[in-house]
C-alpha cells in the first residue's frame, strides 16, 4: 500500500496549521499572564510543543521523497491515516478555542470565565497534543526506517548505519563517524565513585568529559587467561561495534543510554561500556556516601506509592527501548529487571526554600512517590540479528524466569530472535503489574515457585499470575487491557516474526493509550 504525496501534504499542511495555531494561542495568554502562573505553564507547554511540529515537518518531507516507489504495509498505511485524522480533529478544536479567546484582537473571555472552565479546556488539548506528538515521534520513526531498510542493498545497511539514520531522524544535527581510536577509553582515565561492581559509577579524568559523570558497566565474564592476542581482540571488535551503535543513542528518546565509549580492563581480564549519564539526571547515594544507579530488580523490594500512571508510563518507556533496539537490527537478550535503571532527577537548589521543605521537595521527587523513567542498559549479550547466535545459556534460575522457554537449555537453544525479546517484556510487565499488591514477591525471590522448574511450567506459573482470580490477576491492578497485552506477550511463538508495525500496534501504542485515557 502506498503513502500518496496528496496524503502527506494533506498531513504536512495541517501540521504547519496546527503550529501556526499554537503561536497564535500563545500571543493571546500573554495577557492572562501576570494573573494566573498556570498560564505560564501552558504557555511554555504550547511551546515546546511547536518545536517538535516545525520539525515534523521536515521529516515527513524526507519520508515523501524516500516513498516514491516504495510500498509499505496496510497496516502502516492504517496508522498513517489514524494519525492523520486526529491531528486533523485536534486542529479544529485548537482553532476553535483560539477564536473564544479573541475576537478582531481584542481580548473576550473575563479572567472569571477563563479560570472557570477554558484553562481547563485548552490545558486538556495540550496533554492530548503532547501525546500526539510522542505517538507520531514513533510511528513514522518506524515507518521511514523499515522504508530505509527495504531499499537497502542487502547487506550493504550496517546496523550503526541504521542507528545514525534514525537518530537524525529524531533531531539529532550531526551523526559523525566515530573511529576506533576515539571509542577506546584508558581504564585508568575513570575514577570510581561506587563499590566496583558489575555495573558502577564513575568519574571521567580524561578530556573532553573530565569530571563528568557516568556509568561504567563490565560486558562479559573475565576471559580465560589462554586466549590468543587475535581471540581476545575478537572480544575488544566485538565491544566497539556495539559500543559505536550506542554512541548515537538519544537517552530522551530511545530510552537507552548513549555510549561514550568502551574500555579495556586487563587486570581483571574484561572488557566495559562507558554510558553517559542522561540529562538532568543523577545517582543515588546510598548511607556510606556511595554513588549508585539503582535498578527496577532493587526497587522490586521496595512498596510503591507512585500513580498508576507513573506505572503505565513507565512499562511504555521500557517497550519504546526494546522497539529500537529491533529498529536497529539487533536483539537485546538481556531484557530483565536488573538491566532496566532508573536515575534521580537533579534538583537545582532553590534558595527560596526552607530546609525541611527542601529535603520534602526532593521526596516527593523520588521514589518510591514518583517512578522516574527507565533506561535499558546490560547490552553484554546482545548481538546483529544477522550474527550468529551460540545458542548456549546458563542454568541461572532467577535469569531464566525472563527467557522464552525454547532459550532455558544450556546448549541448543533455538537461535535468539526478537519475539524472545517480546516475551521477556512481558514477564517484566506481568511483574510491574503486580507490584505493590498485597503479599507481592519479586520474581527472583519466588524460588518456591520458580527455582527447579522446567521451562514450560515457569511460563505456565507467569500465566497463571497474569490470570489470577477476581481478587488478585494484574487485571485487578492494571485493568484488562493491559492484563490482554501481558497474554499477547507470554504467548508469542518463539518462531514469529515481529514486524515493527505489530509492535508499535500490539504493544507500545496500546500501551500509551491505557495511561492516555487516565
Given amino acids: 500500500m502506498p503513502i500518496s504525496g496528496f496524503e502527506l501534504f494533506g498531513l504536512i499542511g495541517s501540521i504547519k496549521a496546527t503550529a501556526d495555531i499554537i503561536e497564535n494561542a500563545i500571543q493571546a495568554l500573554k495577557d492572562y499572564h501576570s494573573s494566573d502562573g498556570d498560564i505560564r505553564k501552558l504557555c511554555l507547554a504550547l511551546k515546546a510543543d511547536s518545536v517538535p511540529l516545525r520539525a515534523f515537518v521536515k521529516i515527513l518531507s524526507d519520508i515523501s521523497t524516500s516513498a516514491r516507489g516504495v510500498e509499505i504495509s496496510d497496516e502502516d498505511g492504517e496508522l498513517h491515516k489514524d494519525i492523520a485524522l486526529h491531528l ?16 478582531d484582537g481584542k481580548r473576550l473571555a473575563p479572567r472569571s470565565a477563563w479560570a472557570l472552565w477554558r484553562k ?20 513514522y520513526a518506524a515507518i521511514d526506517a523499515e522504508m530505509k531498510n527495504a531499499s537497502a542493498v542487502a547487506g550493504q545497511n550496517k546496523s550503526e548505519d541504521r542507528m545514525a539514520d534514525l537518530m537524525e531522524l529524531f533531531g539529532r544535527l550531526s551523526t559523525r563517524p566515530v573511529q576506533s581510536d576515539e571509542l577506546l577509553k584508558p581504564f585508568n582515565g575513570l575514577e570510581a565513585r561506587g563499590e566496583p561492581a558489575r555495573r558502577f559509577a564513575v568519574i571521567s579524568k580524561t578530556e573532553p568529559l573530565i569530571g563528568t559523570r557516568l556509568l561504567f558497566e563490565y560486558m562479559y565474564k573475565p576471559y580465560s587467561d589462554n586466549l590468543t592476542i587475535d581471540e581476545i581482540n575478537h572480544i575488544g571488535s566485538a565491544t566497539h561495534d556495539l559500543a559505536n551503535v550506542l554512541y548515537h ?16 580492563d586487563t587486570r581483571s581480564r574484561r572488557f566495559g561500556l562507558i554510558y553517559e549519564l542522561p540529562p538532568s539526571k543523577t545517582w543515588v547515594t546510598d548511607s556510606a556516601g556511595h554513588a549508585r544507579v539503582l535498578s527496577l530488580r532493587e526497587l522490586l523490594n521496595r512498596v510503591p506509592h507512585f500513580s498508576l500512571n507513573h506505572r503505565l508510563r513507565f512499562c511504555c ?6 522497539l529500537y533496539v ?15 535503571l532508573v536515575f534521580e532527577d537533579e534538583l537545582s537548589e532553590d534558595e527560596g526554600y526552607e530546609a525541611a521543605e527542601e529535603a520534602d521537595r526532593r521526596q516527593r ?9 527507565p533506561y535499558l542498559a546490560g547490552f553484554e549479550y546482545a548481538r546483529s540479528v544477522k550474527a550468529l547466535s551460540d545458542r548456549t545459556s546458563d542454568a541461572e534460575w532467577r535469569v531464566n524466569i525472563y527467557r522464552h522457554p525454547k532459550r532455558q ?26 507490584w505493590g499488591s498485597n503479599g507481592f514477591i519479586p520474581f527472583q525471590k519466588r524460588d518456591s515457585i520458580f527455582k527447579g522448574t522446567g521451562a514450560d511450567e515457569v511460563k505456565d506459573e507467569l500465566l497463571a499470575l497474569n490470570r489470577g482470580t477476581t481478587r488478585d490477576g494484574v487485571a485487578v491492578f492494571m485493568g484488562e487491557r493491559f492484563a490482554g497485552l501481558v497474554e499477547f506477550c507470554l504467548n508469542i511463538d518463539e518462531k514469529q516474526e515481529v514486524p515493527t508495525t505489530a509492535f508499535i500496534q500490539e504493544i507500545w501504542l496500546k500501551l500509551d493509550e491505557i495511561r492516555s485515557a487516565l
Fill in 88 to 103: 486533523k480533529s485536534l486542529e479544529q478544536r485548537l482553532c476553535e478555542r483560539l477564536a473564544k479567546l479573541n475576537v
Fill in 120 to 139: 481547563k479546556d485548552l490545558e486538556k488539548l495540550e496533554k492530548e497534543l503532547g501525546d500526539w506528538i510522542r505517538r507520531a515521534w514513533v510511528i
Fill in 249 to 264: 543513542s538519544n537517552p530522551e528518546k530511545t530510552r537507552i543510554l548513549k555510549s561514550h565509549g568502551y574500555c579495556h
Fill in 317 to 322: 518507556n521500557i517497550a519504546q527501548a526494546v
Fill in 326 to 340: 529491533h529498529l536497529v537490527g539487533w536483539v537485546h537478550k538481556s531484557l530483565r529487571p536488573d538491566n532496566i
Fill in 365 to 373: 521527587r523520588s521514589f518510591p512517590y514518583t517512578l522516574n523513567s
Fill in 409 to 434: 537449555l544450556l546448549v541448543q537453544n533455538e537461535e535468539y530472535s526478537m519475539a524472545h525479546d517480546v516475551y521477556s517484556l512481558g514477564v517484566v510487565f506481568l511483574e510491574v503489574g503486580l
